[in-house]
C-alpha cells in the first residue's frame, strides 16, 4: 500500500468527534485500503476482522455524503481526490491509476456534479477545488502562458535613453560621466555586441562596463579620503 497524506485535524472536526470508536477506526480503515481515486471494493467481514469489531454496509450511512455508493457496489469517498492530489495531470505517470479508476467507476459525471465543492477527509466543501474539465483548462492556460513567454522572447531590443542609463547607473555605483560614455559607445554600435549580434540587456552592458571602470581606476577606489590619512 502506498503512503498517503492524512488530516489530522479531522480530529478536531464534529462530524468526525459524534463517530463511535469502531467507526472511527472503520473511517481510518477505509482512507487506508481505497484505491487512487478514493474508491473501497467493500469487503466487510476483512474489514470487521482487521478493526476488531463489526462493520456493515448500515455502518457507511454514518459517514453522510462524503462516501457515495456506486452503481458497482463499490464505495467512493468523495473527498480523497480532492485531498490527495490538489493538482491532477495526465501527464504525470503517478496520476494514471487515478485517471483509470476514474473511468473505471464512471466517477466523472459525479466529480462534476460536486464541482462546487468536494468534501475533504476532515471538513466539506472547500472552494476552489479543480475538477476534470478544471485540469483541462489549466492546461491549455498553460500552454497560452508559454506562448506569451515566447512572444516575449521575440519582442524587438528597445535601447534606452541617456536619462534610463544615468538612472540605472546611479544604482550601481557608475558615474554619469561614465554612463554618457558608455551610452554614446553603444549608440556608436547601433546597440550591437560584436559585428553583427544585436544587444539584448543593455543594464548587463552597464554592470560590465562599470566593472571594467572599477578595474582601470583600483588606485582611486583604494585610496583613503584625507580625513582617515591623519595629519
Known sequence: MSKRFTATEKWEKEWFQQLTPRLKCFWLYLCDHCDAAGVWEPNFG?????????????????FGDRVHLLPSGKYWISGFIAFQYPKLSRECKPH?????????????????????????????????????QDKDTDKDKGKELVKDKDKAKEQPFAPPTLE??????????LPEIECEKCHDYYQSKDWKVGPKAQMKDWQAAARNWRRNWQENNGDLFNQKPDYEKGF
Open 96 to 132: 494514471i491509476p487515478i485517471f483509470r479508476s476514474i473511468e473505471a467507476n464512471g466517477l466523472s459525471p459525479l466529480i462534476d456534479a460536486c464541482s462546487k465543492g468536494f468534501h475533504t477527509l476532515s471538513e466539506g466543501y472547500p472552494k476552489g477545488i479543480h475538477t476534470l
Open 46 to 62: 476483512l474489514a470487521s476482522y482487521k478493526i476488531g469489531d463489526k462493520v456493515s454496509p448500515a455502518s457507511m450511512k454514518e
Open 164 to 173: 534610463e542609463m544615468k538612472a540605472f547607473g546611479a544604482t550601481i555605483g
